[in-house]
Every structure is written in structure tokens, then in C-alpha cells.
């Protein structure tokens, strides 16, 4: 696969500590595009080895606004399905710069290793350096010892460890919409975490018409409904939750968008300082990013002040469990404060009720965000537009504010960049299998 | 090809600037200084060597020189770097073989460093060369007492009671005089980083002066002080001597973004090499149980680019650093360290791709090693500059090692490529 790939995916073999690159078979592109249309492909591939499948979208890491989105396809302990959790802010773009499109990791290790995925080299290493530690001492250390701080780190904290079902795998410090317990996954294959960086290029066959498109777009989305608005903050009253703005106002910081994403769907609050102060934070890490919207809702329902549902976000964040499992298991238990809650985390046991009922994360809100898509838009509506933010690698809560990234446009885009002559029926054809 | 399609070939694609067919079987010894003193700008040589399809390059330096090297060779390339440490490291020995290898028909060019090394000097080490009796403009004697403390210790290089000072950096505009062209024109943008400004000698033949300076110049001084400096002086200069020639170059015509310089500098290797065909035989000098191929080699190769990346990745945010290290008279920045590594990387990237390949096992095995080194030092220098705000105590070793690696990369590549062209029936 010449266009829009890195040609390469990485099979590692965690039982035997083997990997093995294959090409990325641009026949296997003409059928199911990319994405989890790919990632479904190699997850029933390898389905009988447990696989956990790490992918990109066709377009994920090019100029197409948007194109932040990474994946993880395999089989939720939750649920039973094999399902997708989304990968956003810079990982999907790392992994794809990684030198890989797609990594299978099937089987699992005797002890504990992490993988170190790097300018299309795959490493298994040993994990003694990192098991044990929380997700930010994780994403630390791993940056420390490759030396660099632009690593992307997609990493389980105590929680994936001791195989929780709510074991979530975070990127970075951050929260992630893995609300399907990959993180327990990742802990039964003893794998620490994932650790991306590269500086690999992308060749795009129309390169002069796909940046005319991108742009088109760009300009075209910027003058839209969201236009003035920003943060996870204003996304609750737009999708019919409560208003948090005022709520959360007081902690704010700052507002940070994924890769290439022209809505920051992210808010970074501070929790040891003054949000307002102007001068060079004193502390090394005094405040938090909210990714997840329904975290933060949740811990707002048991009535905790901001201040507070943050800085659980944040405990949530460091030991690696679901903030949306750990708020409603809290609310059927009764525990209001932030000390028991926080201390419930260790053997957190329940039935959730709010679990995803497709194969898409429920991270990104059930309807239309700020924009009017028109007709109906009801869970089969929402189902197709996540399957194709996912095929082509677009942030799918930004694909719920922008009607005009529409599913046209989009093809016409990875026709520009790769000449396969994608059409409406091919992406139908992928849908559907996907949803089978 | 003409050198006009060879040009339009080179613009327009990553192709060579040459059909294979155009220099088989016969293929000039080129020679590469990479001894002391040399910084990285000879990595640019390699690649327009590689470019141009000159394939029978060797790498010297100072010891091999004195051992020798020079004998079979019919150019030698001398890029930037420490003219002083250059001249320090040959001594009156390395000068006189270079001396014979220029008399008895050898080809010499000097970029920058290369350019100072064989112009006339008192001062020590230096004063062993004096191939060329011409004085140069930017030295500090020539300025008044306010000009001299107009400089800053980056922009010169102490030269006994004077120093050398340096006025612009990057794009010039050179006038091609004396009926040269570069590229069909007789005006061409070339960059600058340090070389000399020669005033007018009978000892040498102009090819290029001084003519202005473009969008793109960055000014180290005021241009008025750029100008007096400059303009009108010579930036490219030749000297016959004995049966060979000197061709020395103030600004990088070996420059990867500069392909009309590069053309020029081409056309010169091509047409100096004239009357001195070298029969490239294929080399069975090599043992042939030192040669590594199949799965092995390419797990070798693995390993490499393992440590390639791994070190590029390190290096990649060190350009942020505001630190620079003086290594003899030269001051290295941090991002120096990735244009070694990138242009290794580059070129792993064409070997991954043949199909067919075989290698000199212990040279390779040695470019795992250094490059292992290489990582481990970077990350120390890395955590030094975070923590102290600057790391010293390694960066000579550091760079020692990514010329050592570099170099012997190259060795292994070109042997590579000599290979295949020698394996390829003639005609194809």
C-alpha cells in the first residue's frame, strides 16, 4: 500500500516474543478502507489468539481536519463483543508516524514487558522498570528512559494490573474512551504499556488536490456552528445534560484540541494553582485534562464540587480505571465523599447499566453536537457515523458537530490521496461488515 | 543524459542524476575527508556522490592518509569544519602526500575548512600547506578598531593576534566569471557558512565572486561592513599544480538544496577525471567468510536502524536546546546530531529495499556498536542539558562516534552499490 500507510503491520507474538511485519495488502484497502473496516479484518484473523488490534484510519494523521483518531478493536471483558475504543489527542497520529498502520498483539507474556513501537521497529521489552507504577509515573519513566517527551504512551495503571473490569487503558496521564475494559486485557497479557513515536512520512498521490480539499474544508468548518464555542464544557447542555459551564468555569485553564481537530474538545483545569496565573506553573503538574465528558457528569450527579470530580478524574486517571464505571458504581453504593470513593477503586466490582450497547465507545455522546445533520438522527444514525470516523481515522465526537465532514467528502479525500477509487457502495459493504 | 535533463531529473525527482549505464565499469576514486576537524558537511559529498552515481567513494582520514590512501585515488573532497584541527592532524607529513597527490594529477576540492587548509599561512600547522599565495579578505586586520568589536565569538575563529570573522551566513549571490557557468548560468545562489572571501592573487583563477545577497541572507554584522567584506572578492577559485588542480569553494557547493552547485561541482569531478579512467574491478579483496546476507543480515540491519531511531527520536527535541559545544575551534550544535543520523537513516532506507544484498559483516556489526554508544550518550547528553543546562564532557566522543559511524555506513554502501552496478551486465 503506497498512499495514506506506512505499508506495515507489526504481529507480535507476546507468548513467544515474536514479531513479524507483514505489508499492508492494498487489495485488503480497496475492501474495507481502513480503520476498524482493517481492524475487524485482522482481529478475525487472529481471533483464536486473543488479539488485541491496534490501528489507524485511512486519512488518521494527514491534513483531512480531524484525522486524530487511532483505535483498539478486540473482545470486551465487559461486554463479551469485540468492540472499538477510540485512541485520541496524539496517539492515533503517533501510531500511525510509528512506521505501523496496524499492530495485532495476541498472547500473552509470562512476565510483565511493554512495547516500544518506534520508526517501524517493534520492541518487546521488559516491563520491571514500570509494573507496579501508576499510569503518570508510567508515561513518565517510559519518556525518561527512551528520552524523549513527545513519546505517546497508551498505558494501564493499578487497575489494568490486578485485571479490573474497569481497567481502562489511558493515554499518557489522560483518560481515554476505553470504556470496554481493554485495560484488563492489557493487564492478563502483562502488558505495561504501548509506547509510540516516529518520524516516518506519508506520500499521498494527489498531493496538490488533497491539500485544496483539506482546506476547502478547514474553511468551510471553521465558519460553522461551533465556531464560537470551545471546551469540554460546553459539549453537556448541547447533547440535553445540565449546563456545567459556570460549575467548572472557576478551575479552567485552557482548552486543547486533538491532533488536527478544529473543535478542543478537551479542558484542561488546574487543581494545586491559580488557573489565572499568568507566570510559569510553579508546581510540576498542577492540574488535570478532562477528555471524558461522562466522567466528569458522573462525579457532578453525586454532587461533588468541581474541584473535587477533578481531582478524582484525575486519581482515576492515574490508576487506570473507567471515572464512568467508578461514578455509578459510587452512586449505587451510596459514597459521596472522594476518599471513599477514591479508596473503592481497588476490587471495584458491579453491573453497570450505562454500558455501550454497540460496537463504538459510548465516550462520544449520542447525538448531534451544536450542528443540524437533518432527518433523523437516532442510534442507527449514530452508529453509521462513528463507523465512519472510525474507517477513516476522524475524531468521533468532532464527526458529531460536522455535518459537512460528511461521508462524500471524506471518500473524495482518500481518493485524492490514494487513487483507489473508493465509492458510497464500498463504504456501505464496509459498514456492514463491521456490524455483523 | 545532458547535465540540462540531468538537472530537470534531479528537480523533479528522487531519481539519480545519472543513467547507471553512464559511469560503468568506469567510475573515478573519490575520496572523502572525514578525520579530525571534519564537522558534517561532508555527509552533503555522499550525497550527491550517491546522486550523481559516483559509487567508488572511499572515506580517509588523517591516519590513512599518512598510510598512504591518497595513491589510488583521483579526487579528494575536503569539507567543513576546524581548518586548524585538519592542518594539526595531517602535519607536514599528511601535507606533503597530499602535495604529491595533487602533483602527480590528483583532483582537490575544498569546501569552507577545505578552502582555508591549502591558502597561504603563517600560523602553526597551517603554515605546512601554502599551496595557494592568496590572502583572504575576512581577517581582522582589514577592519578598523570599532568593526573588530563589532563580531561575537560565533561569527570569527581566532587567528593568532587576528581572527577570522564571518559577515553573512547562508544564501549569497555568486557571479560565475572567467567563462564559467554553473548549471548553464553565470549567476547562482550558493550558501555560505564560514569559507573565505579571497582578494585577487595571480596565483589563482577565478571562477566565482561575491555579487550580493538575496532574501534569504542572514547578516552577522551590519551590510555595509557584509559588503566591503565581500563583494566583488572570489568565492570560488582554481589552482593548477604540478598535474592536478586545486578547486576551492568559501561557500558549500556540495549543498544538498543547491543543485546548480552541485551540477557544477559534478561537472568538474567528470571533466578532471578525464584522461585518468580507472578500471572500478570488482573488489575480491574482502574475505568472503566476512560477508553476512539473508535473514541474518537483515536482523543486523534491524539492530541498526533499532539504534538509528532510538538516537533520532532522543535527538529530535534537542534542536529546542539553546546550546552549542566547542570541539576545537568549531562550535557543534545539538541539531548536528541528527543530520548524522538522518542521513544514515535515509540511505538504511535504501539498503532495506534491495532485495539481493550482502554486506561486510564486521562493518556492520561495528555500526551497531558505535550506534548503541551513540544512543547511550545522547540520552545523557539530553538529561545534562534538562538538568545542568549544558553537557560538555561527552559531545567530542559523541560526534567522534557519529563520524566513525557515518563513515563506516558509507563504506559499506557504496560497496554496495559498486556491487550492484559491477553485477549488472553492461548495457542494462
Known amino acids: ?436 | 543524459l545532458t547535465v540540462g535533463e540531468s538537472l530537470l531529473a534531479f528537480k523533479n525527482s528522487s531519481m539519480p542524476l545519472i543513467s547507471t549505464r553512464d559511469h560503468l565499469p568506469y567510475s573515478s576514486p573519490i575520496g572523502i575527508y572525514t578525520g579530525s576537524g571534519a564537522s558534517h558537511s561532508w555527509l552533503w559529498f555522499v550525497g550527491i556522490l550517491d546522486r550523481m552515481g559516483f559509487y567508488n567513494v572511499h572515506f580517509v582520514d588523517e591516519k590513512d592518509i599518512l598510510s598512504n590512501a591518497l595513491e589510488p585515488l583521483n579526487v579528494l573532497l575536503m569539507s567543513g569544519g576546524d581548518t586548524f584541527a585538519i592542518a594539526e592532524g595531517l602535519g607536514a607529513e599528511g601535507s606533503n602526500k597530499l602535495r604529491s597527490f595533487i602533483n602527480r594529477g590528483g583532483l582537490y576540492i575544498g569546501t569552507c575548512a577545505g578552502a582555508y587548509l591549502p591558502l597561504k599561512s603563517s600560523m602553526d600547522s597551517l603554515n605546512q600547506f601554502n599551496f595557494i599565495n592568496v590572502k583572504i579578505s575576512n581577517i581582522s586586520r582589514r577592519l578598523s578598531e570599532p568593526e573588530r568589536h563589532s563580531f561575537e565569538k560565533v561569527a570569527c575563529s581566532s587567528y593568532g593576534c587576528d581572527f577570522v570573522y564571518h559577515v553573512v551566513r547562508e544564501d549569497v549571490l555568486l557571479e560565475m566569471v572567467n567563462g564559467f557557468q554553473a548549471d548553464g548560468k553565470k549567476e547562482v545562489i550558493a550558501p555560505l557558512y564560514g569559507g573565505p572571501s579571497m582578494l585577487p592573487s595571480e596565483d589563482i583563477k577565478p571562477i566565482a565572486t561575491y555579487k550580493g545577497f538575496t532574501r534569504k541572507t542572514k547578516f552577522l554584522v551590519k551590510k555595509e561592513l557584509a559588503e566591503k567584506t565581500l563583494i566583488g572578492n572570489i568565492a570560488v577559485a582554481k589552482k593548477s599544480m604540478g598535474k592536478g588542480h586545486l578547486y576551492i569553494f568559501g561557500p558549500h557547493f556540495e549543498h544538498p538544496y543547491y543543485p546548480s552547485c552541485n551540477l557544477f561541482l559534478e561537472e568538474i569531478i567528470r571533466k578532471e577525471q578525464n584522461g585518468r579512467p580507472h578500471y572500478s574491478k570488482k573488489d575480491s579483496s574482502e574475505d568472503l567468510q566476512n560477508r553476512i546476507k539473508g535473514k541474518a543480515l537483515r536482523e543486523l540491519l534491524k539492530d541498526l536502524k533499532r539504534e538509528l531511531s532510538n538516537t533520532r527520536i532522543m535527538a529530535s527535541g534537542m534542536s529546542d536546546f539553546s546550546v552549542s559545544w566547542l570541539i576545537g575551534n568549531k562550535y557543534y550544535e545539538p541539531e548536528k546530531i541528527s543530520v548524522f543520523i538522518n542521513t544514515v537513516w535515509d540511505k538504511m532506507k535504501v539498503l532495506e529495499s534491495m532485495p539481493y544484498l550482502e554486506v561486510n559483516r564486521t562493518l556492520l556489526l561495528q555500526c551497531v556498536e558505535i550506534s548503541k554508544e551513540i544512543t547511550k550518550d545522547v540520552k545523557i547528553i539530553k538529561s545534562e542539558i534538562k538538568e545542568r543546562g549544558d553537557a560538555t564532557s561527552l559531545t567530542s566522543k559523541l560526534f567522534l562516534n557519529l563520524k566513525t559511524l557515518s563513515s563506516h555506513f558509507f563504506k559499506l554502501y557504496f560497496k554496495v552499490k559498486r556491487d550492484q552496478l559491477q553485477d549488472q551486465p553492461l548495457g542494462e
Open chain 1, 1 to 436: 500500500m503506497e498512499y495514506l500507510s506506512t505499508n506495515k503491520i507489526a504481529i507480535i507474538d507476546l507468548a513467544t516474543s515474536k514479531i513479524t511485519d507483514q505489508e499492508v495488502d492494498e487489495d485488503l484497502v480497496r475492501e474495507r478502507i481502513g480503520g476498524v473496516g482493517i481492524t475487524m479484518a485482522l482481529y478475525e484473523q487472529y481471533q483464536s489468539e486473543d488479539p488485541i488490534v491496534l490501528g489507524t484510519g485511512l486519512l488518521t494523521g494527514t491534513l483531512a481536519p480531524a484525522s486524530a483518531l487511532g483505535m483498539i478493536t478486540a473482545k470486551s471483558p465487559l461486554t463479551g463483543k469485540v468492540c472499538h475504543a477510540p485512541l485520541t489527542l496524539y496517539a492515533g497520529l503517533e501510531l500511525k508516524y510509528s512506521g505501523f498502520d496496524y499492530l495485532v498483539i495476541k498472547g500473552s507474556s509470562k512476565k510483565p514487558v511493554y512495547l516500544w513501537i518506534h520508526d517501524g521497529v517493534a520492541d518487546i521489552s521488559d516491563a520491571k522498570d514500570v509494573w507496579g507504577k501508576d499510569v503518570w509515573a508510567s508515561t513518565d519513566t517510559i519518556r525518561e528512559l527512551m528520552g524523549d517527551s513527545l513519546i505517546q504512551v497508551l498505558a494501564i495503571g493499578k487497575a489494568g494490573e490486578s485485571e479490573s473490569d474497569f481497567a481502562q487503558v489511558c493515554i499518557n496521564y489522560w483518560a481515554s474512551g476505553d470504556r470496554w475494559g481493554f485495560g484488563k486485557l492489557f493487564g492478563r497479557k502483562k502488558l505495561k504499556l504501548v509506547a509510540l513515536r516516529g518520524m516516518s512520512l506519508l506520500e499521498v498521490l494527489d498531493p496538490e488536490g488533497f491539500v485544496k480539499q483539506c482546506k476547502e474544508l478547514l474553511s468551510t468548518l471553521k465558519a460553522v456552528a461551533f465556531a464560537d464555542k470551545k471546551g469540554i464544557e460546553e459539549i453537556p447542555a448541547a447533547i440535553g445534560e445540565e449546563d456545567i459551564q459556570k460549575w467548572l468555569a472557576p478551575l479552567v485553564h485552557r482548552h486543547q484540541s486533538c491532533f488536527n481537530t478544529p473543535f478542543p474538545t478537551n479542558t484542561f483545569v488546574f487543581l494545586d494553582e491559580d488557573p489565572k496565573l499568568l507566570k510559569e506553573s510553579e508546581k510540576e503538574e498542577p492540574g488535570f485534562l478532562i477528555t471524558d465528558v461522562y466522567g466528569l457528569l458522573g462525579f457532578k450527579k453525586l454532587g461533588l464540587s468541581a474541584a473535587d470530580a477533578c481531582a478524582l478524574l484525575r486519581e482515576c486517571a492515574r490508576y487506570g480505571i473507567d471515572a464512568v464505571a467508578v461514578a455509578e458504581l459510587s452512586q449505587k453504593a451510596g459514597k459521596k465523599k472522594p476518599d471513599e470513593i477514591k479508596k473503592s477503586f481497588s476490587g471495584l466490582k458491579g453491573a453497570l447499566e450505562n454500558i455501550g450497547k454497540g460496537r463504538f465507545s459510548p465516550w462520544s455522546p449520542p447525538k448531534p453536537i451544536f450542528a443540524n445533520f437533518g432527518g433523523s438522527q437516532d442510534a442507527q444514525w449514530w452508529e453509521r457515523k462513528q463507523a465512519v470516523a472510525y474507517i477513516f481515522g476522524i475524531h468521533p465526537i468532532f464527526a458529531l458537530m460536522s455535518p459537512e465532514l460528511s461521508e462524500e467528502k471524506l471518500i473524495e479525500l482518500a481518493n485524492l490521496g490514494t487513487g483507489l477509487g473508493f465509492t458510497s457502495e464500498i463504504l456501505d459493504k464496509v459498514i456492514a461488515d463491521i456490524s455483523k
